[in-house]
């Protein structure tokens, strides 16, 4: 028997007619049945799926969402393209195959399957270049385009893009396949904590496999000369923003224009080359904290003998992250994590990603941002976002909310061959370069536990120099798993401590703190994804017991922050994940486990009182030393005159003209 949710979803699926052109399906979509659904499930429009902007560090105007239903069908590696051929079953794209909302929900026999539709060019996009772009497919994605192979991506977390122009048909529908092949954890290749036999056997550390398009499909218009990508990096001791413009090839002739806006109003810009950094005053720069996320406008013009041939607009928030040297107790100098010359506590849960309806998509964008709210509003000022890498408007929605990230790459369990190592290394750098224009993020964390890990200190150091003005951690959790060593590299020493929490031993030239700890859980019936499952974590009494623990261990952080140099905890974790029981909130999001209003005072306690006397402007000069030097003189203080991007709409950045 359909669920209600199941015969609503029909019902509107056969109300509305597919949003394809060509063939109507084989068979029509609706969502599979799962053990337990986020009430966002409801919410979701097949017609209109996801349809945000999805890229809003790099935005503009024209673009169209090709998300939706599409044909589908499990294949092999040597079935024959499908050109022109209706596929037995429909899938709702962006969602994993292995999820209720795909419409699948099962694995294939050959851990391959095809994806098509057709597509329709604007006219208005007469005489520009198309741009196909996927925000993510996992694990390796080919594309073809009116039966021509238009490229061919690897890895599950990063975007891409093929410019389609010479693939297109002068008129009419334009066919669109993209064939995958997803190993998951047969082989050794970034798959975090997804696990194939847990998809039918769920248990214990690892979960359910997620194979396909998971992310945002879309296509847009660019010129010939293009912006293919930014980099911005905030100074506030100079009180200036450096922007690195670099267009899709390189021609001498093309110059870049940066504009920094507080809403419609100039405060700053810088004219020069392409390929290199520009300097944009930022006078009297109001500082990014998360109890006031200010985020500053930009717009970026490529020209070509000063004519503007591409225009795209972006954001950025003046923050810095530093090692600030202490003496604590008698002791040191030891380093403690300061924010914008500030030693602030970073209190986060970790936080895997998962959704019970979408697995690593979820339902809506609506559904992305009450998650982040929901984790300022239980008083964290941090989130580890751990073994995922999100798409960019789970980022967006930290930045505009204030707050900070730990950032995992993700790894592997299986021992890797030397192409598998170039692999993930091409796939570090890709996580690192994708997201670097968030100021949410302020730690990269390289390894977890040890697992997959291999070249540590070169990996790190790696890092370090591709980013340097972020912190980065080389292994999260040096005393968990083999081997039990700390490479004595990057930024942060972080041990895993669970009941109870633990500061490890400071050294002097790197901050410490207890990167895992808690897993407070117990079971709440009609809550529960595996009922006759091998659960974790679920061995206390209730809500009461629980809260009482958890206030137990904070008190005990409060007295590592003070006493041992201690700067960050991660309790583990924010919701249930399938058998894990140890979540703040039920897998399904649906009720909250420990008592809200007492959690909140107690992860407060940490760090809210540091933002008091905290310095507000760049003319408030402090005394952190950053991870990277930096010199300057400090300017007048003074206030901005409009409030720039507090309130910036769901949608993405605003659109400045």
């Known amino acids: 028997m359909k669920t209600l949710l199941t015969r609503i979803f029909a019902l509107a699926w056969l109300a509305l007619g597919p949003t394809l052109t060509g063939p109507l399906f084989a068979t029509p979509w609706e969502p599979a049945e799962a053990p337990l659904m986020s009430p966002w499930a409801a919410d979701l429009d097949p017609h209109n ?240 904290w998360p109890d006031d996320p200010f985020l500053y406008d930009l717009e970026v013009h490529l020209l070509r003998d000063d004519q503007i041939e591409d225009t795209i607009t972006s954001y950025f928030g003046m923050r810095k992250i530093s090692l600030m040297p202490v003496i604590e107790n008698g002791r040191g100098p030891v380093q403690k994590l300061a924010l914008n010359h500030t030693f602030i506590f970073q209190m986060g849960p970790l936080d895997q990603g998962y959704w019970p309806d979408g697995l690593y998509t979820a339902p809506t964008d609506e559904a992305l941002k009450w998650e982040v709210d929901q984790i300022k509003d239980w008083g964290f000022n941090m989130v580890r976002k751990h073994i995922k890498i999100e798409p960019e408007r789970w980022f967006y929605h930290c930045d505009r909310a204030g707050l900070l990230v730990w950032q995992d790459m993700p790894s592997t369990f299986k021992k890797r061959s030397d192409e598998d190592k170039a692999q993930f290394e091409i796939e570090l750098a890709r996580m690192v370069r994708a997201n670097w224009n968030h100021p949410s993020i302020i730690n990269w964390i390289v390894f977890n536990e040890h697992w997959g890990a291999y070249d540590v200190v070169r990996l790190t150091e790696f890092v370090m120099e591709l980013d340097p003005d972020r912190l980065v951690t080389g292994n999260s959790g040096i005393d968990a798993g083999r081997p039990d060593v700390d490479y004595q590299v990057g930024h942060i020493k972080d041990n895993h401590s669970y009941r109870p929490p633990h500061a490890p031993h400071p050294p002097h030239n790197r901050a410490v703190v207890n990167g895992e700890y808690g897993a407070i859980g117990y079971k709440i019936p009609g809550h529960i994804w595996d009922v006759d499952g091998d659960w974790v974590h679920h061995n206390y009494e209730g809500k009461e017991a629980a809260t009482a623990e958890y206030v137990r261990f904070i008190d005990q952080l409060l007295e590592y922050r003070d006493r041992d140099a201690l700067s960050g905890a991660v309790y583990t974790q924010w919701t249930d994940l399938e058998n894990e029981m140890n979540g703040l909130l039920t897998y399904d999001r649906k009720v909250e486990k420990l008592e809200r209003t007492t959690i909140t005072a107690a992860n407060l306690s940490l760090w809210q009182a540091a933002l008091v006397t905290a310095p507000r402007r760049s003319s408030q000069r402090g005394t952190g030393i950053p991870v990277r030097p930096t010199t300057g003189e400090s300017l007048a203080p003074g206030e901005p005159t409009s409030p720039g991007r507090e309130n910036a709409p769901d949608g993405g950045p605003d659109t400045i003209n």
Do not use: C
């Not at 499990?74 to 969602?95: H, M, N, Y």
């Not at 270049?129 to 039966?147: C, I, K, P, Q, S």
């Not at 090839?249 to 390929?275: F, M, P, Q, Y």
């Open 49 to 288: 799926v996801l349809p945000e902007y999805p890229r809003p560090t790099l935005v503009r105007p024209n673009w169209l969402n090709l998300n939706g239903v599409w044909e589908f069908s499990a294949t092999t590696a040597t079935d024959p393209l499908p050109v022109g051929q209706t596929l037995a079953e429909s899938i709702l794209v962006p969602f994993a195959w292995e999820s209720a909302l795909s419409g699948i929900r099962r694995q294939m026999p050959e851990h391959r399957a095809v994806y098509r539709r057709t597509f329709e060019i604007p006219s208005a996009w007469s005489g520009q270049r198309v741009m196909l772009n996927f925000g993510a497919v996992d694990w390796e994605a080919t594309v073809h385009v009116n039966g021509r192979f238009a490229g061919q991506h690897r890895g599950g977390f990063d975007d891409f893009s093929f410019d389609i122009t010479p693939l297109l048909n002068d008129s009419g529908p334009q066919e669109l396949i993209v064939e995958v092949y997803d190993p998951t954890d047969d082989a050794a290749i970034a798959v975090g904590k997804q696990n194939l036999e847990k998809f039918a056997n769920p248990g214990r550390y690892t979960y359910s496999s997620v194979s396909g398009i998971w992310q945002t499909v879309w296509i847009e218009p660019v010129p010939a000369r293009h912006i293919a990508a930014i980099h911005t990096n905030p100074d506030i001791d100079r009180s200036t923003l450096e922007v690195t413009v670099n267009p899709d090839v390189l021609d001498e002739a093309l110059s870049a224009v940066v504009i920094a806006k507080i809403g419609d109003t100039e405060i700053g810009r810088a004219t020069g080359a392409i390929n290199v950094p520009l300097t944009v005053p930022v006078p009297e720069a109001r500082l990014w």
